[in-house]
C-alpha cells in the first residue's frame, strides 16, 4: 500500500519559520476531523460520485476491448482537461515507455494509442496523415458535449470515417459521454453508436476510474479491473482509518496548512519515475480547478487555492531544483517515488580508474535514481524547504489505481479546508462561453 512520510514538513527539520511542530499538525487534524465524516455523509447521499467508481462493474468495457481493440491499429481520443489528462496518466504509467513504436507483436496486437487534446491545426493534421482511418478507433470523450475542441476533432473524424467507410463509419466509433444530456447522446440513441457514459455527478477531473480512463486503458491492455481494485483498497483504507491516520485527510490539512499559515502557495508534485510524470499533469488539473477559487462556498469573494506545479525527478533537477532550493521559500515539494522500479538495470563495469565515472561502474540505475531523489530530499531540507514523500510500493495498476483515489479524495478534503466547491469550474466555463461566442454560436 501506499505509504507517506511527512517527517520533512516538520519544525525539527526544516526549521520553526517554515515547518510545522507536531502539537499544531496534530490539533489542526483534530479540529477539521469532522470533514471525514462530512464527506462520507455527502458520499452516503449519492452527492460525491467519484467515490464509488471503483466499484463499478467494468465487464463491458472489458468485453469491448477484448473484442474490438485487436483488430485496429490505432485507438484516437478525442477529449480535453478531465477527459483527456487521466487517460494520458493512465497510458503512461502502466503501457510501456515507447508503446506506439512498438511492433504489433511486441504491443500483443494492442492498438497504438493517440491523444488529441488540443485544436492545434498542425499537429492535428500530421497525426490524420499518420494513421489510416480505416484501421482506427476513435473515442469521443465530452461530458458536456459542449466543448468546442473535442466536437470539433470528432467534426473532422467523423467526416472522414464517413467518407472512406460509409455506413461502415459506426464500427470505428465509441462515444463517452453524458448518460441524457448533449447533442452526442441524441446521436449515440439515433444512430446506434457503440457509447459509455461519464456518470452524473462525476466532474471530468475526478473521471479517471470511469469510462472516460477506462475504456482508453482497456483498449491497450491495462487490466482496468486491478486499477479500480487498489482504488478501491485505498477507499477502504481512508474509510476506517482514524483522522490522524487518513493520509488523504492528513496530507489534503498538510497542503493547507502550508499555503494558508507558512506561505507556500505553490505545491510541486514530483515523481522520480518517467512513468509517473503525466500524474503529475493530471494532479496539476485536479488541484487547480478544484480549489482556485474566486468565492467560498457562502458567495464570499476569497480568490483562494495554491498553485500546482509539477516537476521530474531526476530531469528537474537540472532545471527546477535550483529555485526549488535557493529561491523564494515559496513551495512545498511532494516527491512521489516507486519502492520498487519494474526493471533493474546495471551500469557497465567501466572506466573503474577514471574518477569521474569510476564510481558508478557496476552500480544500478535504480541505485543512482534513489540516491539523486534522497540527495535532493537532504538538499531541501537542509535549506529548510519542507517536502513530503508519497512511497507507491511499486508502479502497478493496483498502486496506480490507489494514487489516483487517494489524490482524488484529498482535494475533496481540501475543498472542505478552503471552504470552496472542490467539483465546479466557473472560470473555465467563463472562457468556454467566451470562445463558443467568438466562433459565432447563438448563445
Ligand atoms: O474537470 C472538468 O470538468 C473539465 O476540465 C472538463 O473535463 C473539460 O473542460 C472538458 O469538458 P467536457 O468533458 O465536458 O468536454
Known sequence: MITINFNNVLSGRVGQKHGLTRSKLNQVIKKHAHICRQIQKERQVGQLPFMDLPYQSVNAIWKLARQKARRYENFVLLGIGGSALGPIALHRSLNHPFHNVLDRRQRKNWPRLFILDNVDPEEINALFKLIDPKKTIFNVITKSGTTAEPVSCFMLALSILKRKLGARYKNNLIVTTDPKKGFLRRMVEQEKLVSFEVPPGVGGRYSVLSPVGLVPAAFTGIDIKKVLAGA?????LCQRAKPGKNPAYVSSVINFLFDHKKNKNMLVMMPYSSALK???DWFRQLWAESLGKKYNVK????FTGSTPLKALGVTDQHSQVQLYNEGPNDKLI???EPGK?????TIPSLFKNVPEAGFLAGKTFNQLIRAEKKGTEIALTDNQRPNYTIKL????????GALFYFLELQTAYAGKLYNVNAFDQPGVEAGKIATLKLMGKKM
Open 393 to 400: 510500493p511499486n508502479i502497478s495498476p493496483e498502486s496506480v
Open 299 to 302: 458567495g464570499r469573494k476569497v
Open 341 to 345: 522500479y519494474r526493471t533493474k538495470l
Open 334 to 336: 511532494v516527491f512521489i
Open 278 to 280: 503525466d500524474m503529475a
Open 232 to 236: 478501491a483498497k485505498m477507499d477502504r
